[in-house]
């Protein structure tokens, strides 16, 4: 399978190669010791198709491939994961909104996404609910013109500064007893609890708690059909993992190129360490991850382009991408000796951020699972 990079493609990954120098490189540092994120750059990230660019030109996108998205995301995990983190948290709204938002749902938040001018989150993990989204608990019930929210969202990536964004919950109403939903919910019109949540990973991505206690957001807040959000949450995940897989090569890149570059350079015993052979096998064994990683998301892209929803390539990918990106982050460490695990240097940024990596959607033993039952045809789950 050929996955060369075109005239075209190349050009753009220049154009952004140069963006990430000069926009991206000199502030990843002051973000990443206060824990804050320059929502700046997603406005100047949306020239290049990063928001909602694989939407075809009539709903507002540029019609970009899967292959020429994952080598865009490649490029994000490289410069910094957090920036790579928040972008594909933009999209999962943009996604929702596309395929089922009314004409007044798009104008009033879809428009504003794909300029990069709001601040979004993603509701769907609960304090109880992390890989089987199926038991959400949070509830909304209709009360006249209002649905009531009731509910807590955690490890909501964005949730600590987003304007408005999605939630799942439970839905009870006239015509839907249980079933889960997709609501928009508003924070200026709709306030809610939130908790910061420091975590070890991605400290630029604003993790919450949400909190909804009676929350009251308006009828038309509904997006899409009751009780349809599992199958359209569940829809979503073939081309989220394909993100987080390409994210994950971009950042073992990264530790990768230091880490080459750091042998060449580095004296011990009056000579390069590159020159030691066990040097020179932590290399080899890298840029080996590091291939077959890039090799199999750019084939999970291409399923997605040809219209295949990509269960079982998302999965092996995003499996296989973020356990070989750490891996590589921890070769590189090693590497790097005492400089390797020095706070305010990428190594052990990368390090850290490379770990999350094999946790969101789904962990690396849920993709076990899933590649397991498009093989058999039989789940280990239930």
């Not at 320059?38 to 996108?61: S, V």
């Not at 899967?66 to 490029?75: G, K, L, N, P, S």
């Not at 040809?306 to 990106?325: H, Q």
Request: glycine share 12%; hydrophobic share 40%; net charge negative.
């Amino acid at each position: 399978m050929d996955f060369d990079l075109t005239e075209e493609q190349t050009e753009l990954r220049d154009a952004i190669r140069r963006f990430m120098a000069a926009e991206v490189d000199p502030v990843v540092e002051e973000h990443e010791r206060d824990g804050t994120f320059p929502y700046e750059l997603l406005t100047k990230l949306a020239r290049f198709g990063y928001l909602g660019g694989w939407l075809p030109e009539e709903q507002g996108g540029l019609g970009i491939s899967r292959v020429t998205w994952a080598m865009m995301i490649e490029e994000l995990g490289y410069a910094w994961p957090s920036l790579r983190t928040m972008v594909n948290i933009s999209n999962g709204p943009i996604q929702r909104l596309a395929a089922y938002g009314t004409d007044e749902q798009k104008k009033r938040y879809l428009e504003p996404l794909l300029e990069g001018r709001a601040r979004v989150f993603n509701g769907i993990t609960e304090p109880e609910v992390g890989s089987n989204v199926a038991e959400i608990r949070t509830r909304a019930e209709l009360d006249g013109d209002s649905w009531v929210i009731n509910g807590r969202k955690l490890w909501i990536t964005g949730g600590a500064w987003g304007d408005y964004g999605t939630i799942v919950a439970r839905t009870y109403s006239p015509t839907c007893d249980g079933g889960l939903s997709l609501f928009l919910v508003d924070k200026a019109e709709s306030p809610f609890e939130v908790r910061m949540v420091d975590t070890m990973v991605l400290r630029s991505t604003g993790t919450a708690e949400l909190g909804f206690d009676g929350v009251r957001i308006p009828k038309g807040n509904l997006l899409g059909a009751e009780g349809q959000a599992l199958k359209a949450t569940l829809a979503g995940l073939g081309v989220a993992r394909v993100n987080v897989a390409m994210g994950a090569v971009g950042a073992a890149q990264r530790a990768f190129d230091l880490a080459l570059e750091h042998a060449r350079t580095r004296r011990q015993f009056g000579r390069p360490i590159g020159s030691f052979q066990l040097v020179q096998k932590h290399l080899v064994d890298m840029r080996t991850r590091i291939d077959a990683a890039r090799a199999l998301t750019y084939a999970a892209a291409a399923a997605l382009d040809k219209g295949r929803p990509a269960k079982m390539e998302g999965s092996i990918a995003k499996l296989y991408a973020t356990e070989a990106a750490h891996e590589v982050a921890d070769m590189a460490l090693q590497i790097h000796g005492g400089l390797g695990y020095a706070t305010g240097f990428p190594i052990e940024r990368i390090f850290r951020d490379t770990r999350g990596g094999t946790i969101p959607e789904g962990t690396s033993e849920i993709q076990t699972l899933i590649i397991g039952r498009e093989l058999t045809g039989l789940s280990a789950i239930k």
